[in-house]
């Protein structure tokens, strides 16, 4: 690239992926979110995906991605289904993890099942508690973000739905 020239979205992906590709580059759950929102791809499309009859998924057997110092796990459990428009994640927060998503593509929605502890979501400036065996359904177009200020560690299974026209 040339002192001076401007880089398009789509080359800075494209250098991103270069980058990943070759080892250079570890990305966190924020950079992927960019690279699949900016490919208008869900995020598991950039990860390992299984092909079979049926799946059983262990979140052990994942590959793992973490955020906040390893203060947040997830482990993408199903990848995105075509047919369906859904991916789905088995996700813990620690005690003190904060991690703030970037706003997804309009029509996306999320529904966050806690399995154990309580989880802080805060959806577009406002606060929400969800304790264990309680699920939240948002629009994931908006920026969130999901805290633990909790002394006990959180479990969610996250389910990421696409609008029918988003591939």
């Known amino acids: 690239m040339k002192e001076g020239s401007m880089t398009t979205p789509t080359e800075m992906i494209g250098m991103m992926l270069g980058q990943i590709e070759r080892g250079q580059s570890s990305p966190t759950i924020n950079t992927l979110w960019k690279i699949a929102t900016g490919l208008k791809i869900p995020l598991s499309l950039l990860l390992e995906e299984q092909s079979s009859e049926y799946t059983i998924a262990a979140a052990e057997e994942q590959n793992v991605i973490l955020e906040d110092n390893g203060r947040m796990k997830a482990y993408p459990i199903f990848a995105y289904d075509p047919i369906r428009s859904v991916e789905s994640f088995y996700i813990t927060f620690e005690p003190d993890c904060k991690h703030t998503s970037d706003k997804h593509n309009d029509g996306v929605e999320e529904q966050v099942f806690v399995l154990h502890g309580s989880l802080q979501l805060v959806l577009n400036g406002k606060t ?40």
């Open 128 to 167: 929400i508690i969800v304790t264990e065996n309680q699920a939240i359904r948002f629009h994931a177009d908006i920026p969130h973000e999901y805290n633990n200020p909790f002394a006990d560690s959180c479990t969610v299974y996250d389910m990421i739905f696409y609008s029918k026209n988003e591939k």
